[in-house]
């Protein structure tokens, strides 16, 4: 089942120490190209998220964002550092006494002094595992909606492939009737030369057009690239590069198939398929 590599994940789970957030988003990338967005305190785990992700991932420019909101500590559970407050009142009455017009002290200006709350400690060990855990929920939600962008992709090219093998089977069956058509086409013009002609040349002649017409070969690989395609749809592996490859062998042939062409309806067949190998190789450059 092959799989695309846009997609975007969000998933949030609230505990007693706070709600932590992940988001996302992928695009399509020719190497797997991770951009972390952490909170300050989460830097350290950069490494760790890096590494859950590359064994999950394979190709893709992915956008990978966490967001961490403390619990809010009660008014209850407020600790003051009794020892900092008597010190920051001493100091502040020694300059109330020095003052000519001494101020009130204001207790809400003291509670805003760094340290005179103390901050509740975080297990921060339990915080990065419950974010390590949740990182791998996101990271399925992303994978079942790349697989499930993966599948409407993967019918839209195997259509396209239906389509192109009818191509192939029609110009294969035409081709005698073409070569029989240019034959007679070419004698008639001769005919109305009014030329006397060696038949045993013109023979030979044919026949080296013929065989530069043929193009058998051509169509004998289409057929084996196109089954080539099918089978790598059905791998369970990331099968972008090898779906690009054939790609280009497919339009390489239906080049040949056109420069070799004598006949309109074989340059009508390689403008065809040169339109579908386009429309599918669109498509192939977002599969991972």
Not at 34 to 45: G, S, V, Y
Request: with cysteine.
């Amino acid at each position: 089942m092959i799989k695309s590599m846009t997609a975007f994940a969000r998933v949030q789970q609230s505990e007693k120490f706070g709600t932590l957030t992940w988001e996302l988003r992928s695009v399509n990338s020719r190497y797997l190209d991770i951009n972390c967005r952490l909170p300050e305190d989460f830097r350290a785990q950069e490494g760790r998220v890096r590494e859950c992700i590359n064994k999950r991932l394979q190709r893709g420019k992915l956008e990978c964002g966490l967001r961490f909101i403390p619990e809010q500590v009660t008014e209850s559970g407020l600790e003051v550092n009794d020892n900092l407050v008597k010190s920051l009142i001493n100091a502040c009455q020694q300059i109330n006494a020095r003052l000519h017009q001494p101020s009130e002290i204001n207790p809400v200006d003291l509670l805003t002094w760094p340290g005179v709350v103390a901050e509740p400690e975080q297990d921060y060990k339990s915080i990065y595992e419950a974010s390590e855990r949740l990182l791998l929920m996101a990271l399925d939600e992303l994978i079942e909606n790349r697989l499930r962008e993966g599948e409407r992709m993967q019918i839209l090219i195997q259509d396209r492939c239906a389509s192109m093998q009818q191509i192939v089977d029609k110009v294969r069956l035409q081709l005698p009737e073409v070569q029989q058509r240019y034959r007679e086409k070419l004698t008639a013009r001769l005919e109305e030369l009014k030329t006397s002609v060696d038949r045993e040349r013109l023979e030979q002649e044919l026949v080296f057009l013929a065989q530069k017409m043929d193009v058998d070969e051509e169509l004998d690989r289409l057929d084996a690239h196109l089954k080539e395609l099918d089978d790598v749809l059905d791998r369970d592996e990331a099968v972008g590069r090898r779906l690009d490859f054939l790609m280009q062998e497919l339009n390489r042939e239906a080049n040949t198939l056109g420069s070799k062409s004598a006949d309109i309806s074989t340059t009508q067949a390689s403008v065809e398929l040169k339109v579908l190998i386009e429309q599918m190789r669109e498509q192939i450059q977002n599969i991972e």
